[in-house]
């Protein structure tokens, strides 16, 4: 019996109503709370992924203290880093050849893997080789949580959980600080590394109970190892450029401009060994689709600026409002509380009525709007008028956050579901580190500019950054001219932002309202 005789079976009348692949019927109940079962332990994954890096930077002056090698700290944050970036498109390309689960179980293991050697590092330098391991894994993290729901939830219907995917980045943000405090005080740094156990622990137990995905054909086609290894020194030497240049090493130094070369001679080579892999870690051809490449660049845009943020804030109102650098996390809550409403809400509305282009079109208005309000604070911005200013950069931030995955993912073949969430996680990765570095060499400067012309430039010499002990001892003129040094060194950093955000708006505009999908025979294969 055909699809369209069997459609017309049971009708009124006998009227046939053609059912596509792209919309069967809904999932049966039983099916939905497995669905959310999954959802649960993918939500807590991606916590695992979110928390470690915000836990471990409140322990790294302690660790220091124990281990030694300060002038190699700077290590066990980039090699963490670089792993990370480097690695995400290669697993999503393996969870796309090889089977979803057997992969992203891979990752959690090496990830906890990483942890647990960290926490018995003895020296710095096995602490920067454990964490490189740790980033191995985590690049898995992400990508694999990002593909799994696109494996099972169909775009249509992904907006529905995009509040908790923000609500569980508000609870990374404002808790990793303090529970990083906390442990380091009460159990020690090495616990910083250990507490990803219990949460990693029950993560596997969860994911490998109730996950169930259809089982991969195994590909017959060789891994792109050349791709893999050309994408890679890309990447590293991306992340290099943007970690060193104008600290480590002077933008226009011999090693920055190697760094350059290479990446750039390593990219084009990237490019073309992918016009002729038979498996290409990330295929060209998803960019020929003008949403997919729009929303890339969305996700390059919003990572630049979203991180960007995060480093200044608190900064600002540690060093300017005297606000306490232990509640640093809290001091972003108004950015991160309207962020996890307005995904929400958005989510929500995409769901109902399946439209979304003008969603990133807001967001891109509302973050340029909060970025340039932020650009004006100055040494008499109060906490309250700062709130409201990062509430509205939250709120334009929580249009764009999951609207820009859920499009990119739709504007791909379900085959290639892992690449394109790869490659979106890659691009606000690489925001990301583009953006502390523009930005943090911007406020740099203006700062050391403005307490040398002001007569404290010896407080700054070595630093624009001082913690609250140190700012506490300088005399009352230099500590006043250091708050107006910072808050002129917010305001170029953040008016940046908001013409980079601006890019982003124009990128939106362009995007074209393709419907969303419905669930497909793929997303038939739910959890049971």
Do not use: C
């Not at 008499?380 to 929580?398: D, E, F, H, N, Q």
């Not at 601006?502 to 999908?517: G, H, N, S």
């Amino acid at each position: 019996m055909s699809d369209l005789k069997k459609a017309a079976d049971g009708k009124p009348g006998g009227r046939a109503v053609e059912k596509t692949a792209d919309e069967p019927p809904a999932a049966p109940e039983p099916q939905q709370r497995s669905v959310r079962v999954v959802m649960l332990a993918l939500m807590i994954t991606m916590l695992l992924a979110m928390l470690d890096n915000l836990i471990v930077g409140t322990a790294m002056p302690t660790i220091v203290g124990d281990l030694g090698g300060l002038e190699h700290l700077s290590w066990v944050v980039t090699a963490y880093t670089l792993a990370t970036a480097a690695s995400t498109p290669i697993w999503g390309k393996l969870g796309d050849m090889y089977g979803r689960k057997g992969i992203f179980l891979t990752s959690i293991v090496l990830f906890l893997i990483g942890s647990v050697l960290s926490g018995m590092a003895q020296d710095m330098g096995q602490l920067i080789g454990f964490r490189a391991i740790q980033g191995l894994g985590a690049g898995g993290l992400m990508v694999g949580v990002m593909a799994i729901i696109g494996d099972l939830v169909p775009p249509r219907e992904r907006g529905k959980y995009q509040g908790l995917m923000a609500g569980v980045m508000a609870i990374a943000m404002i808790g990793g600080p303090l529970v990083g405090g906390t442990i380091t005080d009460h159990l020690g740094w090495r616990w910083s590394f250990y507490i990803n156990l219990p949460l990693g622990a029950v993560a596997l137990a969860m994911v490998t109970a109730v996950l169930h995905l259809p089982n991969k054909k195994r590909t017959k086609a060789k891994v792109d190892y050349l791709g893999a290894g050309l994408l890679t020194v890309g990447i590293t030497a991306i992340v290099l450029v943007t970690t060193w240049g104008g600290s480590e090493y002077a933008w226009d130094s011999a090693v920055i401009m190697e760094l350059i070369a290479i990446g750039v001679v390593s990219l084009v080579g990237f490019l073309f060994v992918e016009t002729k892999a038979a498996e290409p870690i990330i295929p060209l051809h998803i960019f020929r689709n003008l949403n997919f490449t729009l929303m890339s660049v969305v996700g390059f845009m919003s990572g630049f600026v979203m991180f960007g943020a995060v480093l200044f804030l608190p900064l600002f109102q540690q060093s300017v409002q005297g606000a306490s650098a232990t509640n640093s996390g809290l001091l972003l809550l108004p950015m991160l509380l309207s962020m996890m409403v307005v995904s929400l809400i958005a989510g929500r509305v995409t769901t109902s009525s399946g439209k979304y282009k003008i969603f990133p079109i807001i967001g891109s208005i509302l973050m340029v709007a909060g970025l340039f309000l932020l650009s004006q604070m100055d040494t008499g911005t109060t906490r309250l008028t700062s709130g409201i200013y990062m509430a509205v950069l939250g709120a334009g931030m929580g249009f764009l956050m999951q609207i820009t995955m859920l499009v990119a993912q739709n504007s791909v073949e379900l085959k290639d579901m892992g690449v394109a969430s790869s490659a979106t996680t890659l691009f606000r990765t690489l925001g990301s580190s583009f953006g502390v570095a523009i930005m943090g060499a911007l406020f740099t400067g203006r700062v050391q500019d403005e307490m040398a012309a002001r007569g404290g430039g010896a407080a700054t010499s070595k630093s624009a950054q001082l913690d609250a002990a140190s700012l506490a001892k300088l005399p009352d003129a230099v500590r006043e001219a250091y708050q107006f040094a910072v808050s002129s060194g917010t305001h170029i950093a953040f008016l940046v932002g908001a013409s980079v955000g601006v890019i982003a708006l124009v990128a939106a505009v362009f995007v074209k309202e393709v419907p969303l999908r419905g669930a497909g025979p793929e997303a038939k294969a739910e959890p049971r």
